[in-house]
Every structure is written in structure tokens, then in C-alpha cells.
């Protein structure tokens, strides 16, 4: 029996422990926002936060979160009122939409570590997440409005988020 | 806003008969549109038959079909933009429902970027009938003149002052004859309030939650889980298998064979195993554990390397005109200092970032079908082919498509889920895995080209030899065919804009030896690259400034008509009227995306600008780039300008995502590997050998202009693409010297 806790709730897996966490979230929670790209940790679409961090969830066995706090898109906030959120929409980065929530779930986790990235630091962080529509000047832009929100750094604490369970 | 499917409407429809709501339609026939209303309360015959729909609900809210496969083209916004706005419907009371496959709708054939080229006109009248129609429903019941009533955002005001809201006129509606189309008016221009305009799309904050429903969100029904391992070797079959070690995974359920298809591939499945599980890690191990022994057929000799020579050999010699004027052949011959280039790009594969995939369900009457796809009605078609049912029987439910460029028009994978479940009596979902998806595509050409010129005293292009082969679409639909369709020619060939009195241009013939598609722009993507990197070439023999010299070869304003030069070409199926190929639009949007990037100012060492333009889906494109090569030769591209004049657009924003979505999505053609055969097998898997762009390797700045144009609507989704490559290309020589013939570039630059 595996135990850990997604968006703040705590869940049990008794299933094969090698199943990858995504496959987890899509099949047995119906987790959908994090998406299936590759399966081999080449496109973060299926990128979610393990204890805040940003990690693909496609290549994760289970086995390996015992314990931990998964975040999920559907976890990042209520609403769609997390900073990085806030600024896709401003930014309106989304074509498809298919790599959007890999790509929020990766700049969050961007931006509660380092808050105020330079140009060249949101490239590196962002070029593990393949965009097939090409979003990625809006990419790039709305990671730096959402630097500016002092809140950004503020409002997600994913430690805090994992105690309220 | 969004509700993606209509499986609601027919809950809907039975609520609404009794509380009457109106739905209206525009009819197609005969050619001339015509809109009709059909009352619910008393169905008619007009309401079944209508194209589209557009329902106003007893509550006041608006209900939109959006007919056409949404995959990032904001169609499903563009649509209700359009309507709503001749509707005068308040923005916040619209809502959008998804169609299904479905004749009624007219063509659904999500690609060819003509979405609102096709439905513009129609969605207007739809909306200004229902506009007429509250207008006379408030005038009867104050019982003054129609011409005193106006309507807007979703109230008619009468001249006096007092008013009625849309909701409150809804159950009068219901006995007033809809209006002929004569006695509508359509709004002027100046009076759009969403048409034209920025306006966010409909499903931005649900994609932004992760709410929005993709193929693989769909969880009723309640599905298991299809992987397919299908024969490597296009025409290759199962000699045998071993589903023992598969069969022993906990939670694998069965292991189905499909069979291998008969004649062309067309759309059908390629065959091969599936897995049948109850989830999809379960799918995917099983798949890994299943050995098979497979029979590879005729293609089994496909290698990249050999068929590339060959390619290059067939256009070293000539081949079938396609367009001549003057004596280009002859001049060529007796030139002593001609420029004489041969180009070479390697097939692709679409590589949406969603891979494919749909669920099924069998009953004995019909099939249900969920699916990422471009097109519904090819799924009906050849679903009902492979279950062996009319396509009238098969309902398909398109979902929201993670990308398309063509992949998704092919409907494969719908024909495997809904074969899968014709076998297990279960709703199938199959599933694609990245390496199925990089591995079985309908690939993007693999072509050569050779062009050779003579120019004149100034400069000037005297005689021109243009030869292009590559591996035809038609292979696809016909066994055997190796000649392309006229079709695929005059995709950035036929029509190719330069101006000199001697051309001749010549196409080859190719064996394909996998299965070819349509990716994003099609051939425009090899042959611009070819013709704007030619003319760039020229312009330095000529000693000459590439944008001076691509204005000055592309010639003077006028319209250009190549069917005069014993050419066959059918302008994308547009009317020459209203889609005449104006050079001075192709001069306006160089002239203009010259002036965004400040054309002609120094660079520093090791920087380069490149410019590209090129008339592609009756839309004209220029495009340029600036890139820095290191000493060392790593590129970097800097930023790119695109000036785009599409016609009318409806959704200025969405147009700009589209353009430097689409500029990006060029440099996939430049930088990836491409896709590569030996012994009739892919070599690439997965994104970490097919190399497709990252942020990395992309301009961080993509600044778009759209040239303010009252012309009827053009593509928009694929014509940024073409032009990317070659800009890019006269970037990397105007930097550093290398010219880039063949693509990839690789490590061209290193050496
Ligand atoms: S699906 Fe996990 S990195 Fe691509
Ligand atoms: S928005 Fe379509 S893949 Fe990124």
C-alpha cells in the first residue's frame, strides 16, 4: 500500500507500483490536466509538483512519492487564480492548450524557487516543455508578468497547501 | 462558455420543444445560401436540414455549433464572434456546442486553413436573420414599424424608447416567419463589435484549469484501454505473435489482432496487435512484453540515404512541364555562368503534441465514436468501412484536438477504437503512445528540387529551370501513383511569383514507400524553401540587397494568372475575383516587414537578417529573421517580423498566436533530423531523435502585423509556416556565408 497526498487530499494505492504517477492521476482520479506527451521525461506535458517541484510525472513510478504531496494543475489554486494562471490569460498563451498545464506546472515551480528569473534562466527552466503550437514567445512573457506579481511568490506555498490535509 | 460536445442537445431539444426555443439555420443549396428558422414547438422539415445551427433558448442564452475541429485556431470563438456579432447577442449569454460529424453541416474538413473562408458569409446572414427576426417580433408586438425597432446586445429598443429584451420576444418568435435572405441586412463594417477584433477566446480559462476535454479526457464511457503495435514496414503484416508474457500482465484483458488493410492505405488502420487492458500503464507494458514476427513486404527496402540520390538524380534530368513561357531550356543551355542549386528536404512527421486517439463504442446499429479529429466526417466514413455499417450509422463526438497539422485529418485511430470494439463488445479508448505516433504517421514529402538561372546584364532573372520531385499524396489514395496531383503543385510551385520572360518549370515522379500526408502547409514548405532561398542566392551573384532583389524578381504590381501559361491551377478552389494572385500584395507585406525590422541597419559581426514572402492559401506572408552563428557555428535566432495580409480576420489575436505559432512550428522543418527510413522502418521514436522546436531554439520575440484588409477572408493557420525556413536560411548565409541547400542544417554550420 502506497499513501501519499494529491491537491491536499490523501489517497492509498494498492495497484503495480511501477505504474507511473501520471497514468495514476489520468486513469484512477480522473486527474486530467496533466497531459500525456511522450512518456519518456522529453516534453513535460505530464509535469506536476512532487513536495513543489516540478517533476514529470510520466517517467515517476509511484513507488517513488510514497509519503509525498503532489500538485497537480487542478491543485494550484481554486480557481485559476494563481499568478502564472493569471497571466496566461492575460498573456492568452494558449493555442491547443494541450502543453499548457506542463507549462504552468513547470514556471510555478520556476518562480517559488527563483522569483525573478532573467531572460536567460526561463529559457532553460522552460526548454524541457515542448509546445508544438509554438507559444513559446507568450511562454517567455507571461513567466515575466508573473514574476512582477509580488504575489506569485506569496500565494503558493505547495508545503502549506500539503498540510491543510 | 464552452460545453464540448452535444450530448446534451437532445435533452435539450426534448426540454425546449415544450417551452419553444427557436433554432435557425443557414441552408446550403443550389449554391446561393438561404436562411431558414425551424420553430421546436412544431419541427420542421427545414430545421433537420439546416447547416448550422444557432439556437436561441427560452432563458435568453445563445447556443452556437461550432462545426469545424478545434486545435488551437480558436474556431470555436471565431464562429460565435461572427454570429453573435450580426446577432447583436450579448457576449456573456453565448454559448458554443461542438457538432458532430454530420453531412448536414456541409464540409467539416478542418484544414486547408479556409475555416472562415468557407463559413463566413453564411454564419453573417444566420446571425443578421435572427437579428431581423426579434426585430420583427418586438415591432408586431408593439405593433409599430419593423424600421423603428433597432437591435443591440441582446435587446430590440423601439424608437420611443421602451424595450424588449431577446429572452422576452423568444415565444414570439415562434409564429413569425423567418425572413428571406433579401430581407436582411448585414452589418457594415464600421458597426462590428467582435468581428475584427481581440477578443479573448471561450476556452482560455478552462484550458488554463486543465478542464478542457481532449481525446483522452473522455471517461463516458467508461473505457479500457487499447495499445496497438502495428507493422513497422508500411504493407507489412503479422507472421506470427507471441501474446503469452502479455497476456500474464495483471490487468491486461486481451490481446485482438487487427487486420492488415486492402489496396492504397487511405485511412485505414495499418494493422497489427492490440492490447486490451484496463488501464493504460497496463496497456503500454503489455504492448512491451508481446513479441511479434512480422512480414515487411514490398517496402521493406526503403532506406532515406538511397531514395534521396534517386530523388536528386530525377531532377537532374528533365521531366513533365508544368509551366513554361519563352525558351528557358535553351537559354540555360548556352549560359556559361549560370546558378545552378539543388535542394533537399526530408519527410516529417506532424507530431501533435497530443498523440492520437479516440474511444468507441459498438452497438449493433451504430457506432459512438470520441475523437481528436480534424475532419468527423472521414471518420464516419471510414469507421463505417471498417466496422462494415453505412456511415450514416457512425456518431462521432469531436473533442478538443492537442494540435492537429494534418495528422489528425487521417482517422486511423478512430477505425482501430471502433474495431477494437466491435470485437470485444466494450468501449475501446485506443490510445497512441509518442512512439506510435512518430512511427505510423502519413508523412510530410520527402523532395529534391533543382533550379538552375541565367540572369541578364543588372542582375535580373533572364531564364528560369525549376524541377521538383518528392513523394505525392495521391500514393495514399491510389495504389502505385508517383505523379503528384496538380494539387500538390500548386501548392508554392505552379504559382511561383517570379517575374522573367523565360520560365519552365518541371515535376518529377517518386515512388512512396511509406505513407504521405498533409503537414501544416503541405508542399508550400519545401517549395518556398527552395524558390526564397534561390532568389536570395541570386541576389548575391547579383551583388545585390536580398530584399531590393526578391521586390525587383518578383516584379511589378499586377494580378497573375498562370493557367495563362499553360498551367493547371485551381487558386486553392477560390474564385480568381475575389482571390486574384496579387503581386502587390506579395511587394506590400516585403515592403512592410522591411520596414518592422529595420531593414539594411548594421549588424554586428556575426548577426544576419534573412527575409522570405510567399502567397500561400490565398494569403500573403513575409517573413523575416535575425540570427546570430558563433564563431564556433551555434545558431541562435534572435527575433523574427512577419507581415501577413490574410483578407479579413476575425480575431486579431488569435491570428498573431497563429502566426508565430505557425513561424515557429517552420523551424521544425530547418532544424529536425526529419523522418528517416532503413529497411522500410522508421529511425526516430520519440522526441529526443525527432527533434522538433523548444523554447531554446526559438525567436523569443515574433512580432506580427496584419495589413488592415476589407478583401474576403483567407487561411490563416498555415501560411506563416513556408516562409520560416528560407528566411531563416538567408539569416544563417547573411551571417556567417554558409548557405543551406539541404535540410536538416545539422551540423552544416560546425564545419
Ligand atoms: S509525457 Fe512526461 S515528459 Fe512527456
Ligand atoms: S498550445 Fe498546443 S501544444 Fe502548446
Redesign the pocket.
Known amino acids: 500500500m502506497i499513501t501519499f497526498i494529491v491537491n491536499g487530499k490523501t489517497h492509498e494505492f494498492s495497484g503495480d507500483p511501477t505504474t507511473p504517477v501520471?497514468w495514476y492521476l489520468r486513469d484512477e482520479l480522473q486527474l486530467t490536466g496533466s497531459?500525456?506527451?511522450?512518456?519518456?521525461?522529453?516534453?513535460?506535458?505530464?509535469t506536476v509538483h512532487i513536495n513543489g517541484v516540478a517533476q514529470?510525472?510520466?517517467?515517476l513510478p509511484v513507488s517513488a512519492v510514497s509519503g509525498s504531496k503532489i500538485t497537480t494543475i487542478e491543485g494550484l489554486s481554486e480557481d485559476g487564480e494563481h499568478p502564472v494562471q493569471q497571466a496566461w490569460i492575460e498573456h492568452k498563451v494558449p493555442q491547443c492548450g494541450y502543453c499548457q498545464c506542463g507549462q504552468m506546472m513547470q514556471a510555478a515551480s520556476l518562480l517559488a524557487t527563483n522569483p525573478t528569473p532573467t531572460d536567460d534562466e526561463i529559457v532553460q527552466e522552460m526548454s524541457g516543455n515542448i509546445c508544438r503550437c509554438g507559444t513559446y514567445p507568450r511562454i517567455h512573457k507571461a513567466i515575466k508578468s508573473a514574476s512582477k506579481t509580488l504575489a506569485a511568490v506569496q500565494y503558493y506555498d505547495p508545503k502549506v497547501k500539503g498540510e491543510q490535509a | 462558455m464552452s460545453q464540448y460536445f452535444d450530448l446534451t442537445r437532445r435533452g435539450f431539444l426534448k426540454s425546449t420543444a415544450a417551452t419553444g426555443a427557436l433554432i435557425f439555420g443557414t441552408y446550403l443549396a443550389g449554391g446561393a445560401p438561404r436562411v431558414i428558422a425551424g420553430v421546436l414547438a412544431k419541427p420542421s422539415e427545414s430545421a433537420k436540414t439546416a447547416n448550422l445551427f444557432v439556437a436561441l433558448r427560452p432563458d435568453g442564452i445563445v447556443e452556437i455549433t461550432c462545426h469545424r475541429s478545434e486545435m488551437g485556431q480558436q474556431i470555436r470563438t471565431a464562429i460565435a464572434q461572427i454570429v453573435a456579432d450580426e446577432m447583436e447577442a450579448a457576449w456573456d449569454k453565448v454559448v458554443v456546442i461542438q457538432g458532430k460529424g454530420d453531412a448536414k453541416y456541409g464540409d467539416q474538413n478542418t484544414d486547408g486553413s479556409r475555416s472562415i473562408r468557407y463559413n463566413m458569409q453564411r454564419l453573417r446572414e444566420m446571425g443578421a436573420s435572427v437579428r431581423h427576426l426579434m426585430r420583427q417580433a418586438a415591432a408586431t408586438r408593439w405593433n409599430v414599424p419593423v424600421d423603428s425597432c433597432s437591435a443591440e446586445q441582446h435587446v430590440v429598443t423601439h424608437s420611443s424608447g421602451k424595450t424588449l429584451t431577446y429572452a422576452e420576444l423568444v415565444n414570439d418568435a415562434l409564429s413569425i416567419t423567418p425572413p428571406e435572405l433579401a430581407q436582411i441586412t448585414l452589418k457594415k463594417r464600421s458597426e462590428w463589435r467582435y468581428i475584427n477584433t481581440a477578443m479573448e477566446h471561450i476556452d482560455l480559462k478552462d484550458i488554463v484549469m486543465g478542464k478542457a476535454t481532449f481525446a483522452a479526457d473522455v471517461f463516458e464511457p467508461k473505457a479500457l484501454i487499447a495499445v496497438v503495435v502495428r507493422p513497422p514496414v508500411v504493407g507489412g503484416k503479422v507472421k506470427s505473435f507471441d501474446a503469452k508474457a502479455t497476456k500474464a500482465i495483471d490487468g491486461v484483458i486481451d490481446v485482438i489482432e487487427i487486420p492488415a488493410p486492402q489496396g492504397a492505405p487511405q485511412f485505414q488502420p495499418k494493422g497489427g496487435i492490440a492490447i486490451i487492458a484496463k488501464n493504460t500503464w497496463a496497456a503500454i507494458k503489455g504492448r512491451r512484453a508481446l513479441s511479434v514476427t512480422w512480414d515487411d513486404g514490398k517496402n521493406g527496402d526503403y532506406n532515406s540515404e538511397v531514395f534521396k540520390a534517386s530523388l536528386l538524380a530525377t531532377v537532374a534530368s528533365p521531366q513533365s512541364s508544368v509551366r513554361e513561357i519563352g525558351d528557358a531550356a535553351n537559354i540555360l543551355a548556352n549560359s556559361s555562368d549560370k546558378l545552378v542549386a539543388d535542394y533537399y528536404a526530408p519527410h516529417l512527421a506532424q507530431a501533435p503534441m497530443e498523440p492520437p486517439c479516440a474511444t468507441a463504442i459498438y452497438y449493433k446499429d451504430r457506432v459512438d465514436v470520441w475523437a481528436a479529429t480534424q475532419n468527423p466526417q472521414a471518420d464516419m466514413a471510414t469507421v463505417g468501412a471498417m466496422v462494415g455499417m453505412p456511415k450514416e450509422q457512425i456518431n462521432v463526438h469531436v473533442t478538443m484536438l492537442g494540435g492537429g497539422f494534418g495528422r489528425k485529418s487521417k482517422p486511423d485511430f478512430s477505425a482501430e477504437a471502433a474495431y477494437l470494439a466491435m470485437k470485444t463488445g466494450k468501449a475501446i479508448r485506443v490510445q497512441w503512445t509518442r512512439e506510435d505516433d512518430i512511427q505510423n504517421s502519413f508523412y510530410h514529402a520527402v523532395s529534391a528540387q533543382h533550379i538552375e538561372a541565367s540572369l541578364d546584364k543588372n542582375g535580373a532573372i533572364e531564364a528560369y529551370l525549376h524541377r521538383t520531385a518528392f513523394t505525392p499524396i495521391a500514393s495514399t489514395f491510389v495504389e502505385g501513383a508517383t505523379a503528384p496531383l496538380s494539387l500538390e503543385l500548386r501548392l508554392g510551385f505552379t504559382d511561383n511569383p517570379i517575374n522573367t520572360p523565360n520560365m519552365k518549370l518541371e515535376s518529377g515522379e517518386a515512388p512512396a514507400k511509406t505513407r504521405i500526408g498533409w503537414m501544416r502547409s503541405v508542399s508550400n514548405v519545401f517549395h518556398a524553401f527552395a524558390v526564397q532561398s534561390f532568389i536570395a542566392e541570386a541576389a548575391h551573384k547579383a551583388g545585390r540587397d536580398q530584399k531590393d532583389y526578391l521586390l525587383e524578381t518578383i516584379g511589378p504590381n499586377r494580378i497573375l494568372d498562370v493557367t495563362e501559361e499553360n498551367a493547371e491551377y485551381d487558386n486553392y478552389g477560390a474564385d480568381k475575383a475575389n482571390y486574384p494572385l496579387d503581386i502587390g500584395k506579395l511587394r506590400h507585406v516585403i515592403e512592410k516587414v522591411a520596414d518592422m525590422s529595420a531593414w539594411g541597419r548594421k549588424l554586428p559581426k556575426g548577426r544576419g537578417l534573412g527575409i522570405a514572402a510567399h502567397r500561400s492559401f490565398l494569403t500573403y506572408v513575409a517573413t523575416v529573421v535575425e540570427v546570430e552563428v558563433s564563431d564556433k557555428g551555434d545558431l541562435k535566432i534572435i527575433k523574427s517580423w512577419v507581415s501577413i495580409d490574410a483578407g479579413t480576420v476575425v480575431n486579431t489575436d488569435t491570428v498573431k498566436n497563429q502566426v508565430q505559432g505557425g513561424s515557429i512550428y517552420g523551424i521544425t522543418a530547418a532544424l529536425s533530423e526529419g523522418i528517416t527510413f532503413d529497411k522500410g522502418k522508421v529511425q526516430q521514436s520519440n522526441f529526443h531523435d525527432y527533434r522538433v522546436p523548444r523554447m531554446s531554439d526559438s525567436p523569443l520575440e515574433v512580432e506580427v502585423e496584419i495589413i488592415p484588409s476589407d478583401a474576403p477572408p483567407a487561411g490563416v493557420g498555415e501560411p506563416a509556416t513556408p516562409v520560416y525556413a528560407p528566411a531563416l536560411c538567408n539569416a544563417i548565409f547573411a551571417a556567417c556565408g554558409k548557405r543551406i541547400r539541404q535540410l536538416p542544417i545539422g551540423d552544416q554550420l560546425k564545419a
Request: proline share 0%.
Open positions: 501520471l497531459k500525456f506527451g511522450c512518456g519518456m521525461g522529453q516534453c513535460g506535458a505530464c514529470r510525472s510520466c517517467v
